[in-house]
């Protein structure tokens, strides 16, 4: 197709993203056309309910439509913003079928059933492209896809959810509780009403199976994923973390690990401690931010707003560039690269580090007692404090010991919480909370 | 292409980088194989000098060669980590003519003549690829040429030399002054036996072009580039900068600017003072990072190794597994893209803020005269600090005046400086710095 024919985009979905998307495109149309040798022309724009003031869509009123069916038959790009499993992956898939290249933020059915969809893109010798399904605005799947395609990626820690970063943050700066903050970012437009997808890990969890896909060539779904959300943590884990000089995040977390098999990766989510001198430390408010752990490029950092229209149209508008070039020069860009298919290892053999605080009996052997425990589950010490405190109920003396351990795996840390919790001078295992980043 | 005839990879130079190449395509050989399609195969590594000890680079030592010209007719993809001007410049136009693809890491043969290479590259309908060349191991072109190619990049602030940022985060730390630290990291390795080309801004000046080429969608040269280096920063800029709670960081900074006749460019290198809030005031030793701001997706920060063998390696291979791609499948990457062809504004005319430290007479009437100064320029205020000092020969009373302005013309503020050092109150200019992210 080297003439000069528009490309036909459909856009299905017309929210906050989808009309970003649709006022961009009118607006700098000239650019776009220059950047991709033929114009970008909009066919249809598919949106649920007909007859709703669109008036800030600048377009041609009769091109919003309820059938999205037909829609993604007559486009050479269909672009999704719409969200959630079904329609979206018949839609996506009838696209593909009719010949269309697919550019998607929608990180819920890529992380459900990405490889049915890139089979479709392959079947059709079309493209599928989903840069703003993680981490909005930030240019990161394609540096990880493509930039470090010559590297070994070792390791990606990310802040992939801006709402569980909003309430973490303002929990550190203002010491308050997880409830009463939820409260508050709901009144301020950071969370949901229900804010379930977020505070309980699933939406990062389906980030976490997106990166870890990219990054190791292997088939990893939101499914495989350990996903533990930040509900359960405190004030004072909080103000534990702060005594460490530590901040508390809720991190993606993906990683190359050695096994007595061979090589395996983790994938998980779940609340860590990291020195606040660590570069995700500093990342404030709603933003997000990505480290990245390649054996020869070393450590790198992605920054910039994960959500929001403007900067999510940003990312798939990169990805319609993309694909529309593509369109015009008869070729295609990466597909789906899963020749590693390393095994997702079970939790139990992730490695991470505890941080444990205990309540203990202030009398000589308790802290012989502590450490037996975690010899016998081969878990290396780091750091033990030991803080005298007086008991609140009795007056006498009691102890508060904080343990920071080496890496060691999972189900070890998890046994030796449990001896812990079993031995006689142990009043309480008050917090345990794993350390990344140190 | 599309059968499994390995591609073959022709490597100039095999110094650090280029040793580092050569040595992950034999290790990894089998991961590239899987991502490319096909193998890649040395079949050549142009040398200066014969009969060197080279067996740390795990080839057969048959492949050394001092016959550039005769290798580079020979290889489907030629990668270039020799730099400097000539020779490489005839070479890779003479692979590219040969029909090879290129990967280069030569930031100064871009920023002296791209335009010539890449209308090379598209005449023999070929890759020309350069990720390493700009800040090592960070993927940053390709964002900026790929993935914000539908958006609308405003500025780029760029820590880019890591020579530079080592001597000016040791200045800070230590409080010592330049040819003193220069020293220090010329004995650690940062800085080279003749370190120009970092500290006059030579390096970062190329570096400034390119991106803003690619930003900009404009053809820009090194020779474009206002250029100023850190050897006349002082102990006491970096003192004045910390009692503004700020850092002094040589910037490679890049951007859109309204004039009377339409919109422009300013590309420029020079020492800026940036809040320690800022993200790339954290930013230490020899890190690269570079701020990115675009219309929809807002702030973007990308962070990373600026140098070093294996982490330039990185960004070869990526870009390596790139042009293979393309090679096995038929198709090629985004050519030159200068259509924007915005004018290239003069120094006088970006806008920046300037701190300005006055030594001045302490009587009534003197801030009077400074303010006017200012307005006479067109120049608004926004903070004065005064402070009485004894002066050190009279033993009378001096003040010490810090003005911070607002946004205004390079051409302002230089005119308002040299109207303040013609007042009689005045003693003395101590100090002008430009600010910038704040």
Redesign the interface.
Known sequence: MNDHKPLRVALLGCGVVGS?VAR?LVE?AD??T??VGVPLEIVGIAVRRAGRDRSDVPVDPSLFTTEAADLVTRADIVVETVGGIDPARELLLSAMAHGASVVTANKALLAEDGPTLYAAADAAGVDLYY?AAVAG???LL??IR???????VRKILGIVNGTTNFVLDKMDSTGAGFAETVAQAQALGYAEADPTADVEGFDAAAKAAILASLAF?TRVAGRDVHREGITEVTASDIAAAKEMDCVVKLLAIAEKASTDDGEGISVRVHPVMIPRSH?LA?VRDAFNAVFVE????????????GA?G??T??????????VA??KV????G?GE?A??DLPVLDFGQSWTRYHISLDVEDRPGVLAQVATAFASHDVSIETVRQRVVTDPDSGGPRAELVVVTHRATEAALNATVETLSELDSVADVVSVMRVEGA
Chains 1, 2 share one sequence.
């Not at 390649?294 to 707003?305: C, E, K, P, W």
């Not at 149209?313 to 993309?322: E, I, M, R």
Request: hydrophobic share 35%.
């Open positions: 970003a961009r700098h650019d776009l220059a950047r840069e605005a930030i240019p394609r540096p493509e930039s470090l395609a010559g590297d070994d060539h570069p500093s390649a054996s020869a490029a070393g450590q790198l950092m992605f920054y910039g707003r929001g403007d900067p149209a940003s990312a798939v508008l990169g990805d319609l560039v993309a070039r593509h020069n008869g070729s295609r990466p690269s020749y590693a």
